[in-house]
T-cell receptor, first 116, second 116 residues
Framework: GAVVSQHPSRVICKSGTSVKIECRSL??????MFWYRQFPKQSLMLMAT?????????EQGVEKDKFLINHASLTLSTLTVTSAHPEDSSFYIC????????????FGQGTRLTVV | KQEVTQIPAALSVPEGENLVLNCSFT??????LQWFRQDPGKGLTSLLL?????REQTSGRLNASLDKSSGRSTLYIAASQPGDSATYLC???????????????FGQGTILTVHP
């Protein structure tokens, strides 16, 4: 199956700093990527839909100025958590859909963010 | 708004048992349904994907069925093994929805423990 690489897998940062998470589709082109957030023992909640070359679409309740999404190419989307706070500590997972095979989205390995 | 519910929330079985995980969804206008496995602190591994026109999919010891009209899917695991211990998530993709198209709605998951 297609491979989605997410980096870093784990990051610890201080309150007030910004953290960037990368999501890359390694062997396919992805016009659309999705960013999810997962709190401990809870399911995945969609944060935003990232479309190549255009602005991301954010779900209700997600602060677009805090969670900056950039999808500058067909193989890379980034999520930047700005001015991070301890409550932003979570597991962030991206998924990408192959533009030529429109049936399935493929998931990255996830990023564990801890804000101290 | 689509809601996905998984029952049971947790399941503990002895090795060798056959077991069934349940998933229900409120809006039958789905494009497909997907079952995932998630190990602690890890990303998602896709197990089976059922298109809306299909009734079941099989892979090895796993069999997933879909009854779209009643809003239900089951994941059957035969001859369970300790290595099957993980959280199992089901997710549905909407058939329509403009900016919603392609994004998945996840259930809360079933935590499976298979003990030797």
């Amino acid at each position: 199956g297609a491979v989605v690489s997410q980096h870093p897998s784990r990051v610890i940062c201080k309150s007030g700093t910004s953290v960037k998470i990368e999501c890359r589709s390694l062997d396919f082109q992805a016009t659309t990527m999705f960013w999810y957030r997962q709190f401990p023992k809870q399911s995945l909640m969609l944060m935003a839909t990232s479309n190549e070359g255009s602005k991301a679409t954010y779900e209700q309740g997600v602060e677009k100025d805090k969670f900056l999404i950039n999808h500058a190419s067909l193989t890379l989307s980034t999520l930047t958590v700005t001015s991070a706070h301890p409550e932003d500590s979570s597991f962030y997972i991206c998924s990408a859909r192959d533009r030529t095979v429109n049936t399935e989205a493929f998931f990255g390995q996830g990023t564990r963010l801890t804000v101290v | 708004k689509q809601e996905v519910t998984q029952i049971p929330a947790a399941l503990s079985v002895p090795e060798g048992e056959n077991l069934v995980l349940n998933c229900s969804f409120t809006d039958s206008a789905i494009y497909n349904l997907q079952w995932f496995r998630q190990d602690p602190g890890k990303g998602l591994t896709s197990l089976l994907l059922i298109q809306s026109s299909q009734r079941e999919q099989t892979s090895g010891r796993l069999n997933a069925s879909l009854d779209k009209s009643s809003g239900r899917s089951t994941l059957y695991i035969a001859a369970s093994q300790p290595g099957d211990s993980a959280t199992y998530l089901c997710a549905v993709r909407p058939l329509f929805g403009g900016t919603s198209y392609g994004k998945l709605t996840f259930g809360q998951g079933t935590i499976l423990t298979v003990h030797p």
